[in-house]
């Protein structure tokens, strides 16, 4: 027996043009089977919740959504669309909610708190919802999309995750990591290494945005600094936590134990005295979970 889907995981949050709306549309949703909410409350910095929505869902697109709500919609759009692998529309029609999930995998909904009703807007959300990627829409005259567009639609979203990424560097650890071969991490999903040089050893990471690094701990302290992207380290064992984006740097010492969240693709280069080991302190389901409510805290 097949065991039951997760519930899609929607993230919502406004600005107090939207707050009104927002509280009614999240009543709604709640009654909805199938859905887990994670209401991120009202803020005044429309920017500020409007980019930790996108967070949120940019660390996990294939499982989670956003909903957002200020004045206009179109502020808050914008401010999620500056994370990797989101897709924000303002929507003001249910019919605008259709065309931007077939057309566009829109993941982020922003509506306007100054110009739509709540009925109005559980029905541009149940557009929203029900409607799958290359679905037919209003733009393809409620068809299905014929071959030539089909194949766009399948391409278009890696080529769009692409965008913002293609800066070249100068950087020579850059520049040593092209070309280079890397090896699965095998009991950590989604992370590859490459040795560089062994005892004192270094060595090019990668990680794939929304892996997790369970509880772990090493038998030697290693610096990083990171390349690009964006993680969370918690340090269990001094109970102490690290955001860290392109050019960090932090030290962990030997036998720390930590957790680490990858928010979107990231490379760092690190280096430690010995060879390589690692044990492992949790699995990675309890890892999720609690990083799950860190994270919802925060």
């Known amino acids: 027996m097949d065991s039951p889907s997760p519930p899609l995981k929607i ?11 927002k509280e ?9 089977p199938g859905l887990e909410i994670v209401d991120l409350g009202t803020d005044p910095k429309y920017y500020a919740v409007a980019s930790a929505v996108g967070r949120h869902v940019s660390s996990a697109p294939d499982s989670t959504r956003g909903l957002l709500v200020c004045g206009t919609g179109a502020g808050m759009s914008m401010f999620a669309n500056k994370h990797p692998k989101v897709y924000a529309t303002t929507c003001l029609t249910p019919s605008d909610a259709i065309n931007t999930r077939s057309i566009n995998s829109c993941n982020v909904l922003a509506l306007s708190g100054l110009a739509t009703s709540p009925s109005d807007a559980i029905d541009i959300i149940s557009a929203w919802l029900s409607t799958p990627f290359k679905a037919p829409c209003p733009a393809s005259e409620k068809k299905p999309w014929d071959e030539g567009i089909e194949r766009f639609l399948d391409e278009a979203p890696n080529e769009m995750a692409k965008i913002g990424n293609e800066v070249e560097s100068n950087c020579a650890i850059c520049c040593l990591r092209k070309g280079m071969e890397f090896e699965k991490v095998e009991i950590m999903p989604g992370g590859e290494m490459r040795i560089v040089r062994e005892s004192p050893t270094s060595a090019y990471v990668r ?17 990083l600094v990171v390349i690009k992207g964006k993680k969370k380290v918690w340090n269990l064992t001094k109970k102490e936590s690290y955001d860290l984006t392109d050019g960090d740097f932090l030290f962990t010492p030997a036998d ?5 969240k990858y928010f979107t693709d990231t490379e760092f280069f690190i280096r430690w005295d010995g060879h390589w080991d690692i044990f492992l302190d949790e699995d ?15």
Do not use: C, M, N, W
Request: negative net charge; without cysteine; aromatic residues 8%.
């Open 11 to 21: 993230y919502t949050g406004a600005d107090p043009f939207g707050a009104a709306l």
């Open 24 to 32: 009614a549309v999240v009543k709604h949703l709640q009654s909805l």
């Open 207 to 223: 990680f794939k945005a929304g892996s997790v690094e369970p509880a772990h701990h090493h038998t030697f302290g290693h610096d």
């Open 256 to 260: 720390d134990v930590h957790r680490v």
């Open 284 to 298: 990675l389901e309890k890892a999720r979970e609690e990083i799950d409510r860190e994270i919802g805290k925060e």
